[in-house]
């Protein structure tokens, strides 16, 4: 079955720097789009970045655009977001996400905190 586990979540002060993993499994990974949402509290889930099945196309929120990067490993069947110059808002709980025709599926989240 699909699997999306996420981690690399925490705690970090602004201004600081995260790396997000997520670890895939249950589907043929290389062959589609994978997208990372977050969701904050109060909030609807949001989507901040898309990365293509060949990692050669990227996309992202206007919020994060310039201060994350998305990325994959094919081989290893892993996705990241590396998130840099956090700020307060940018705490949330973050979704790997991947859709498979018409069913999405989505990892249990890793959270987020940007705090002094």
């Known amino acids: 079955q699909v699997q999306l586990v996420e981690s690399g979540g925490g705690l970090v002060q602004p201004g600081g720097s995260l790396t997000l993993s997520c670890a895939a499994s249950?589907?043929?990974?290389?062959?589609?789009?994978m997208n990372w949402y977050r969701q904050a509290p109060g909030k609807e889930r949001e989507l901040v970045a898309t990365i293509s099945s060949a990692g050669r196309s990227t996309n992202y929120a206007d919020s994060v655009t310039g201060r994350f990067t998305v990325s994959r490993d094919n081989d290893r069947k892993m996705v990241y977001l590396q998130m840099n110059n956090l700020k307060p808002d940018d705490t949330a709980v973050y979704y790997c996400?991947?859709?498979?025709?018409?069913?999405?599926?989505w990892g249990q989240g890793t959270q987020v905190t940007v705090s002094s």
């Open positions: 249950g589907f043929i990974f290389r062959l589609y789009a």
């Open positions: 996400n991947t859709k498979l025709g018409r069913i999405s599926f």
